[in-house]
C-alpha cells in the first residue's frame, strides 16, 4: 500500500472515531455559549470575532438542529480540513518526499499531540483559528516560492485576518511575518507584498473593528482584564505555563521540540524552515509575558506549536535509521496513548478525580437539572409573562441548550460573568415580568431580588453528579422586574 493511501486510510479512521465520539462527551459551557452565539448572529462578540458563532451556525443548519452533534460536527470536519491541508502543505515543504514517507510521520505526530486531539471533538475557538492557521501556512509556501507575486501575499492576508476573525491571538502571526522579513533582511525587497498581506488583513478584520466601535470598545476593555493588568511580577504562571504546554503537546512531543527548534533558528534565511520556527517563537512570546502576571489559559499558545510539526518531521526523517527507528514510534505511541486514557476518561472515569481537579467538572448534571427546571417552570401559573434567568454565562446557556424548546435565558447582574449576554437584553420588554432565577450560590439571590418587587418561593434541586457527588442548586421566584 502507498503512503498516501496509507495517510488518507488514517485520517478517514480518526476521522470516522471522533464523528463518533462526540456524542458521548458532555457538552462544555463554552460550547454552549458559543451556540448561543450563533443564535444570534453578529459581527463581533464580547471576547472574539464571528467565526466560531458562524460554523456552528451552518453545522447547525442555521440553528434549526441544535444537538450535541451538529455542535461538534464543524470541530471535526474542520480537523479534517486541517490534516489535509497539512499534507499539501509538508508536500510543498519537502518536495523531495516523493513516497510521502515524511509525510506520513508528520500525519502520525499531529495526530499524537493531545491538545489537538481535544480541539478535533470540541467546538472552540482554537479549533477554527488552527485551520485558517494551517492554510495560512500552506500560502506562506507560495510566499517563499514566489515572494514577488502580491497575490499570494493577499491570499496570506484573507486567510490571517480570518484566522484572527476566529480567535484575537492569531494576531501574533502578523508580528512572525515581519519579523521573519527583518531578520533575513528583505523587509525592504518585499515591502509591496508585506503591505498588500497588512491591507487584506485588515480588511477581513474590520467587520470585528467596526463592532468593537458600536459597542465601546468592549473587547478591549476585556483583554484588559484578562490580561491582568494591574496585576504583580510572579513566576508561578510562567512555570505552570509550561508545565502545561508540556502535558497539552505531550511530554515527548514537547522535548523533541526544543532541538528541532534551536537546529533551524540558528542561521536566518528565506526559506520555510527558518519562518517556521520564527513564527513559533514570536507567536508564544506574548504568552510568556502574559504568564509573568497573569495566568495564562493552557490552551491559548497551541495554535503556536502547529509550525514546529512540520520542523520536527524532518528532523527526525534525518536522523540515524537505528536512532529515528527509537525515537519516532517513542513519541507517537507516547502521546497517542496519552489521548486514548484521555478521551476514555472523559466518558468513562477510570480514576475518581476530585471535582476541584476535574476539568468536566462544570459540564456535568445540566441535562438533569435542566429537566428540574422545566418541571418548575411548566407549573408557574403565568408562563407567558414569566422569564428565565441566571448570573453565569455558561449556566445560562448550558440549561438554554438542555431545556425542552431550548428558551432565552438573561443575565441581569452586570458582571464579568455574564459575557456576550449584556449584549442580549432587551430588558425594556420585560418591565413587571416575573422570573424563574436558577442558581448555585445562596448569595446569588439577593443580588437578584433588588431588581423585584417580591420573592414568592425558592425551592432547591439535588442534581447527582457521576463520580463526585451530590451537586445542589436553587430556584427563586420573582414577581414584577422593577
Request: hydrophobic residues 50%; glycine residues 6%; proline residues 4%.
Amino acid at each position: 500500500m502507498k503512503n498516501k493511501h496509507l495517510i488518507f486510510i488514517i485520517i478517514g479512521i480518526i476521522t470516522l472515531i471522533r464523528l463518533i465520539y462526540i456524542n458521548y462527551l458532555p457538552l462544555l459551557g463554552d460550547e454552549a455559549y458559543y451556540w448561543q452565539w450563533a443564535r444570534h448572529l453578529d459581527w463581533g462578540y464580547y471576547e472574539q470575532g464571528p467565526m466560531t458563532a458562524l460554523v456552528i451556525w451552518i453545522f447547525t443548519f442555521f440553528t434549526k438542529i441544535n444537538t450535541v452533534f451538529t455542535i461538534r460536527l464543524g470541530a471535526v470536519l474542520l480537523s479534517l480540513a486541517t490534516m489535509i491541508t497539512a499534507y499539501f502543505t509538508y508536500k510543498r515543504f519537502k518536495p523531495s518526499d516523493t513516497a510521502d514517507k515524511e509525510n506520513l510521520l508528520n500525519t502520525l505526530l499531529m495526530n499524537s499531540s493531545l491538545i489537538y486531539a481535544i480541539g478535533s471533538v470540541l467546538m472552540m475557538h482554537d479549533t477554527v483559528m488552527v485551520f485558517f492557521y494551517a492554510l495560512f501556512l500552506y500560502s506562506l509556501t507560495y510566499i517563499i516560492e514566489e515572494p514577488e507575486n502580491n497575490i499570494h501575499w493577499g491570499h496570506a492576508g484573507i486567510l490571517l485576518g480570518l484566522g484572527i476573525m476566529s480567535k484575537l491571538t492569531m494576531g501574533t502571526v502578523y508580528l512572525g511575518v515581519a519579523t521573519f522579513l527583518l531578520l533575513t533582511g528583505t523587509f525592504k525587497k518585499y515591502l509591496k507584498g508585506f503591505i498588500f498581506f497588512t491591507l487584506f488583513t485588515v480588511l477581513l478584520t474590520l467587520p470585528y473593528i467596526y463592532w468593537n466601535f458600536v459597542h465601546d470598545f468592549a473587547t478591549v476593555k476585556y483583554l484588559f482584564i484578562r490580561g491582568g493588568s494591574q496585576s504583580g511580577f510572579t513566576l508561578k504562571f510562567f512555570i505552570e505555563l509550561l508545565g502545561s504546554q508540556a502535558g497539552l503537546i505531550s511530554p515527548m512531543l514537547f522535548i523533541l521540540f526544543i532541538p528541532v527548534f534551536i537546529k533551524n533558528i540558528k542561521k536566518p534565511a528565506f526559506n520555510l524552515d527558518f519562518a517556521f520556527a520564527t513564527l513559533f517563537w514570536v507567536t508564544i512570546i506574548p504568552f510568556f509575558i502574559l504568564s509573568l502576571k497573569n495566568r495564562v489559559e493552557a490552551n491559548w499558545p497551541a495554535f503556536t506549536f502547529l509550525p514546529l510539526f512540520f520542523l520536527a518531521t524532518g528532523y527526525l526523517s534525518s536522523l540515524k535509521t537505528r536512532i529515528f527507528n527509537v525515537v519516532s514510534p517513542a513519541v507517537i505511541l507516547s502521546g497517542m496513548l496519552i489521548i486514548i486514557f484521555a478521551f476514555i476518561q472523559a466518558v468513562n472515569p477510570i480514576f475518581i478525580i476530585p471535582e476541584k481537579y476535574n476539568p468536566l467538572k462544570k459540564t456535568y448534571g445540566f441535562k438533569e437539572l435542566a429537566a428540574g427546571v422545566d418541571a418548575e417552570y411548566q407549573r408557574l401559573p403565568a408562563k407567558d409573562r414569566t422569564f428565565l434567568s441566571s448570573r453565569h454565562y455558561q449556566m445560562s446557556s448550558l440549561l438554554g441548550f438542555y431545556m425542552p424548546k431550548q428558551p432565552e435565558f438573561y443575565i441581569l447582574i452586570k458582571h464579568e460573568s455574564n459575557k456576550n449576554y449584556r449584549f442580549w437584553t432587551g430588558y425594556e420588554k420585560l418591565h413587571g415580568f416575573n422570573c424563574l432565577f436558577v442558581y448555585s450560590e445562596p448569595w446569588e439571590s439577593w443580588e437578584m431580588a433588588e431588581f423585584f418587587k417580591t420573592r414568592i418561593f425558592t425551592k432547591e434541586i439535588d442534581v447527582a453528579i457521576p463520580g463526585i457527588s451530590m451537586r445542589k442548586y436553587y430556584m427563586d421566584y420573582f414577581e414584577g422586574l422593577k
